[in-house]
């Protein structure tokens, strides 16, 4: 058996003590920061590796099988010992060490993590870093992630986590764009520009405002659409129309006067936006890899700059 299959085992004798001990997949779930479904992929998956069933599934409850027990009580001890190892390794290892694989989304990734981690990476010569630069949702358990940032108002239930900054939208422009074609005053006079949106999904074309009490929507059009925030960066740097981007991804255009926030009285109001979360599944004991990986990512975040919103 490989190194591979031997985690992915360990991990799914840990999953059962959990499931025994709670007694609901359901509960398992919340604990581990995903989903029942995925709790009873690995219980199955064990079942297949042990040949042998564990639990009894009925509509109302879970209960152990003879065999289960017997399983339970030596998984018990493995997750027991294991336990024991990492609180011993904490006393002799005071220089954190070991590799973290790190999820993040692909902006916040290129633009706000990665500039950061070589200076990480020579405080602490003994973490090596995998960065997953991805937009898809990850399962910390499935996918044997560390830590993930999430872009969300509220982190799932199960999962630990510290608020790194707020996400916030701009739309802008560059001063030739605006002066050959005028610059809106309102946002209904979007419909007269060419607009570069995110375009994956057909609402990414409704942007949306709000002004003290008042909120609205406009459809906007154009002729170019990326679903890549450096490629919309870029389009809007060649003048080609007025570009939604993150407020982190425009700021140094902005600071430089290359680009303009267009209807900066408005705020602007995205499905993308939300608090930046470095999210890690709840545990007692943190390794201590990944706690100066999440003091250093939040210390270094809370000096970004931030929107300053319209009132």
Known sequence: MSTNQNLNLLNEMVTFVTVVETGSFSETARQFGTTPSAISRAISRLEKA??????????RKLRISESGQAVYERCLDMVNAAQAVMESSEKFHS???????????????????HPYLPEFLRLYPKIDIQLLLE?????????????????????????MGRKLLEIDHVI????????????PQHPHDLKEHQCIYLGEQAIDSKWKFQQGNKNLSVHVKGRYAANHTGVR??????????????????????????LIQVLSNWYFKTYYSGGAW??????????????????????????????????
């Open 50 to 59: 042990l040949g042998t069933r564990l639990l009894q599934r009925t509509t």
């Open 95 to 113: 220089e954190p060490q070991g590799q973290i694989r790190m999820s993040v989304p692909k902006a916040v990734g290129h633009y706000l993590i």
């Open 135 to 159: 937009d898809r949702y990850v399962d910390l358990i499935e996918d044997q992630v560390d830590l993930a940032i999430r872009i969300t108002e509220k982190p799932h239930d199960g999962l």
């Open 172 to 183: 802008c422009a560059t001063p030739e764009y605006l002066s050959r074609f005028g610059t």
């Open 233 to 258: 960066l870029d389009a809007a740097l060649q003048h080609l129309g007025i570009a939604s981007l993150p407020f982190f991804v425009a700021n140094k255009a902005m600071k430089n006067k290359q």
């Open 278 to 311: 470095l999210l890690y599944p709840a545990t007692k004991h943190l390794p201590p890899k990944l706690k100066v990986l999440i003091e250093f990512l939040a210390q270094k975040l809370a000096q970004e700059p931030t929107l300053l919103r319209p009132d």
